[in-house]
Every structure is written in structure tokens, then in C-alpha cells.
């Protein structure tokens, strides 16, 4: 299925460039989700990648004029939260018992 | 005109979140990379939203975009101060050059110089 751009002049250059910036963004945080030193570093990657696509949705919406694509922004943002809060419990129990 | 406006805070936006991803990138230790990834990425993504507001049809789109921005300021906060929190516990390694001033003792010492 071919999506066609319902933006086109300005505003569709505009869109383009965003999601160029959002692609250097998402291979940066690539990088780091597979380099970080430690757990937590990862974790944060993962939370950016997250918010990345977020955003990247909202943007989709823009460009593809479908507005089911918030729909699905909104329930990433639901699930991106709840992911954060399950990997925090998760590295202070594995991480925090050795101290203890 | 609002195409303008839409497009410049599209891009700014955009920037933005590639600001966070250059910060992931280069700070030292996690909590910087913790700084850059929230607060630039959820400027970026408030940006974004305030665009599609500008761009949307009806007082409806409105309402969806202003709930994805409302709802990620609401829960990247608490999403980070927990992640701090857990490593701080961990005792993940810090940068060297971190100072640690328990009781305030160097607080606005710099200042009235």
C-alpha cells in the first residue's frame, strides 16, 4: 500500500526535514540502547525511542492526512509510560540485591 | 500563513528531538543522558503537538493532539524521576567530575564573589 503525502510546498519540505531529524534522533538512541555501559542507560534509550515514536506518529498523521494515526500515538504514550515504570522495578531488583 | 507557522514549529520541533538524541549520545554518565532525553525530547514532541493544532480541522483534532502532549508532559517526569531514582539506588558509576555537596556548604558561595 502506497501512501500519498497530502502535504505537498512548505509545509511538505517541513515534514520532510522532520523526519530526518527524527531518523538521526532514532539512530542516536539506537547506538545507545546497544552501547550503554550500564542497564540504566539502556533503559533511558529505550524510553527516548519511545517518546521518538510518539512523535513520529503525530508527525505520520500529518503527512498521510489519516487521523487514526493519533489514535495510535495516544495509545503508545499509554503503554510507553507503563514500560518505563515495569523496567525501573526492574533494575532496582536485580541490581539492588547485591548491595542489600 | 498557518502553513508558515506550522512548518517552522514542525522543524523546531524536529531539531529538538535530535538535540535529545545527539545528548544520549554524548553525555557522560546517566543521569545527563537522562537530562537531554527528557526535557529536549518533551519540548520536541510539545512543539510537534502545537503544530498539528495549528494545522487541524476541527476543535476535535485539536482536543486529540492537545491529550498526547498533556498526557506525555504528565508521565515523562514521573517516568524519569523514577528511572533516577532506581539508579541512583543501583549506585550506578557517576562522571568524575561530579561534586557532591551534602549540606549546601558551597551554595551560592560563587555567587556573592
Known amino acids: 500500500m502506497i501512501i500519498e503525502s497530502t502535504a505537498s510546498g512548505l509545509l511538505g519540505n517541513a515534514l520532510s526535514l522532520t523526519v530526518l531529524f527524527l531518523v538521526v534522533a532514532l539512530l542516536a538512541a539506537a547506538y545507545r540502547l546497544i552501547a550503554g555501559p550500564t542497564l540504566s542507560d539502556r533503559v533511558v534509550a529505550l524510553d527516548l525511542i519511545s517518546m521518538l515514536l510518539v512523535v513520529f506518529l503525530v508527525v505520520f498523521k500529518m503527512i498521510s492526512g489519516v487521523n487514526a494515526y493519533i489514535y495510535v500515538a495516544i495509545g503508545l504514550a499509554l503503554i510507553s509510560f507503563l514500560a518505563t515504570v515495569a523496567f525501573a522495578h526492574y533494575i532496582d531488583r536485580t541490581e539492588g540485591d547485591s548491595d542489600e | ?113
Not at chain 2, 23 to 40: E, P, Q, S, W, Y
Open chain 2, 1 to 113: 500563513m498557518s502553513d508558515a507557522i506550522a512548518a517552522f514549529l514542525f522543524v523546531a520541533g524536529g531539531f529538538f528531538c535530535m538535540v535529545a538524541g545527539i545528548g544520549l549520545i554524548r553525555l557522560n554518565d546517566v543521569f545527563a543522558r537522562m537530562h537531554a532525553a527528557t526535557k529536549a525530547g518533551t519540548l520536541g514532541l510539545g512543539l510537534i503537538c502545537i503544530a498539528v493544532m495549528v494545522k487541524a480541522e476541527s476543535l476535535l483534532h485539536v482536543a486529540e493532539a492537545l491529550f498526547v502532549f498533556l498526557f506525555m508532559i504528565a508521565s515523562a517526569p514521573v517516568g524519569s524521576h523514577l528511572i533516577g531514582r532506581a539508579s541512583w539506588r543501583t549506585r550506578v558509576p557517576m562522571d568524575p567530575n561530579t561534586q557532591i555537596d551534602p549540606d549546601c556548604s558551597m551554595f551560592r558561595r560563587n555567587r556573592a564573589r
